[in-house]
């Protein structure tokens, strides 16, 4: 079955500055790569995906790249700021004919904006 | 309210009795799940459910048992709460995008 393995699980910034969080999966049929936000005391959130036709995704600061060959993507967060200090976690699924009912998710990252 | 909501919100038991965690969404989601979130280990499936009277065992359901006789409620029972399942349990329903929707979550705690 899938496996994701998520690193660093623990990432520290200054405000100002990006940070990269790095995700691989085991499976070549995973098509969908989801991250998700956890705020403290909330349930995570999704706040971007990309699937497995593209390479890149922008969302203002967030960017999410895909390597396929190299079965990894990472999440880009540019100008961090206060308000992004949370968890994150990728995860992958398979979507289409052959569509997963689970997705996996990787063990999360702790991201703390250093003010 | 629209969403996905949990009951209840903390819980504080003892070994050997029965809890039931309540799941309830308000979109008619086909897929529901729970999860429990422990430090270290992410974020690990329970159980999950296609439909209503359709259920399936995830990464770590032993000790847990489902039902789902209406769409939009997804119950999850301990049936006899050990120490080793305090935990934060979180329920979540998936849309046709593929995009999941987190509840609040329940604190659970076993003494």
């Known amino acids: 079955g899938e496996n994701v393995e998520q690193h660093p699980s623990t990432l520290s910034v200054q405000e100002g500055d990006s940070a990269v969080i790095k995700c691989t999966y085991s499976d070549s049929a995973s098509n969908y790569f989801p991250w998700y936000k956890q705020e403290l005391g909330k349930g995570p959130q999704l706040i971007i995906d990309i699937r497995s036709n593209v390479g890149e995704k922008k969302d203002q600061r967030i960017a999410v790249t895909l390597n396929k060959t190299a079965k990894h993507f990472s999440l880009h967060i540019t100008e961090t700021q206060p308000e992004d200090s949370a968890v994150y976690f990728c995860?992958?699924?398979?979507?289409?004919?052959?569509?997963?009912?689970?997705?996996?998710f990787g063990k999360g990252t702790r991201l703390h904006i250093l003010p | 309210d629209a969403g996905i909501t949990q009951s209840p919100r903390y819980k504080i038991t003892e070994t050997g009795r029965q809890v039931t965690l309540m799941c309830h969404q308000t979109w008619s989601h086909s897929y529901m799940f729970w999860y429990r979130q422990d430090l270290g280990h992410g974020l690990r499936l329970i159980y999950y459910s296609a439909a209503a009277d359709i259920t399936d065992k995830g990464e770590v359901p032993d000790g847990y048992v489902v039902s789902r006789s209406k769409t939009e409620n997804f119950p999850l029972t301990l049936e006899s709460a050990t120490r080793s399942q305090t935990s934060v349990y979180f329920c979540?329903?998936?849309?046709?995008?593929?995009?999941?929707?987190f509840g609040p979550g329940t604190r659970l705690t076993v003494l």
């Open positions: 995860a992958a699924s398979m979507e289409g004919t052959n569509r997963d009912d689970k997705i996996i």
């Open positions: 979540a329903s998936r849309d046709s995008t593929d995009t999941q929707y």
